[in-house]
């Protein structure tokens, strides 16, 4: 069955410090598309970053990366050099191709609650 | 600029009262989706939409109703057979009729208080 898990209930970290948040994703698919989402205390959820299963490229975009490895079946974000405006949860997702999926549906983890502090 | 709305930003209703909760989008998306998330979890999908006139249920959709009349609109309407409303409601919104392949785009969000 399809399933995101982000272990990290929480992480706290002074500003400056590198912080990686994790992500393990399962699926019966071959082709599917991999996300992560940003949620300030404001609620609204921003995007930040799609990555499809055939592209194994790491990414990097500022200070933030993203480690896609099919060989564990994750997905991990790293923000270097963190910042107070940072501080958000972070949602990994998950979009499976096909007959599973009509529609696009998102598959969410349960988020990783990032504390950055000064 | 173009994005997705939700009014009101927060709700309060007695039990028992059926709520609407309004989603406007102008980006001109197929695809729209309502979300609700409860504290400290993830998101969880309520109806979706991939066209007009045309919905399908999420893995949560008892106690919720919702049409899809026009392209930029898709209210979701909170009945009183729905045991646990009180929430955050999301609403998104994606390209090429909601496509695996397309990110989606989120509305600000509605806390909904049912007391």
Request: proline letters at 3%.
């Given at each position: 069955a399809q399933k995101v898990t982000q272990a990290q209930t929480e992480i706290s970290v002074?500003?400056?410090?590198?912080?990686?948040?994790?992500?393990?994703?399962?699926?019966?698919?071959?082709?599917?598309?991999?996300f992560w989402y940003k949620q300030p205390p404001s609620g609204e959820l921003v995007f930040l970053i799609r990555r499809n299963s055939f592209d194994e490229q790491n990414e990097i975009s500022g200070r933030y990366s993203w480690n896609f490895q099919k060989s564990t079946s994750s997905f991990n974000f790293t923000i270097t050099a963190?910042?107070?405006?940072?501080?958000?949860?972070?949602f990994c997702a998950l979009s499976e191709a096909g007959i599973y999926n009509q529609g696009g549906k998102l598959i969410f983890g349960q988020g990783t609650e990032l504390s950055v502090k000064p | 600029d173009g994005g997705i709305t939700?009014?009101?930003?927060?709700?309060?209703?007695?039990?028992?009262?059926?709520?609407?909760?309004?989603?406007?989008?102008?980006?001109?998306?197929?695809?729209?989706?309502?979300?609700r998330q409860d504290p400290g979890q993830g998101l969880r999908l309520i109806y979706y939409s991939q066209i007009v006139n045309d919905f399908q249920k999420g893995d949560i959709a008892e106690?919720?109703?919702?049409?899809?009349?026009?392209?930029?609109?898709?209210?979701?309407?909170?009945?009183?057979?729905?045991?646990?409303?009180?929430?955050?409601?999301l609403c998104a919104?994606?390209?090429?009729?909601?496509?695996?392949?397309?990110?989606?785009?989120?509305?600000?969000?509605?806390?909904?208080?049912?007391t």
């Amino acid at each position: 069955a399809q399933k995101v898990t982000q272990a990290q209930t929480e992480i706290s970290v002074v500003e400056k410090e590198d912080v990686t948040l994790d992500c393990v994703y399962e699926t019966r698919d071959t082709t599917y598309y991999l996300f992560w989402y940003k949620q300030p205390p404001s609620g609204e959820l921003v995007f930040l970053i799609r990555r499809n299963s055939f592209d194994e490229q790491n990414e990097i975009s500022g200070r933030y990366s993203w480690n896609f490895q099919k060989s564990t079946s994750s997905f991990n974000f790293t923000i270097t050099a963190s910042q107070v405006v940072d501080s958000a949860v972070y949602f990994c997702a998950l979009s499976e191709a096909g007959i599973y999926n009509q529609g696009g549906k998102l598959i969410f983890g349960q988020g990783t609650e990032l504390s950055v502090k000064p | 600029d173009g994005g997705i709305t939700q009014s009101p930003k927060y709700l309060f209703r007695k039990e028992g009262q059926n709520v609407t909760l309004s989603c406007e989008q102008n980006l001109n998306h197929d695809a729209m989706y309502w979300y609700r998330q409860d504290p400290g979890q993830g998101l969880r999908l309520i109806y979706y939409s991939q066209i007009v006139n045309d919905f399908q249920k999420g893995d949560i959709a008892e106690g919720y109703s919702v049409s899809r009349e026009k392209k930029e609109s898709f209210p979701l309407t909170v009945t009183s057979a729905q045991k646990n409303p009180t929430a955050f409601y999301l609403c998104a919104s994606s390209g090429a009729s909601g496509s695996f392949a397309y990110e989606q785009y989120f509305g600000p969000g509605t806390r909904l208080t049912v007391t």
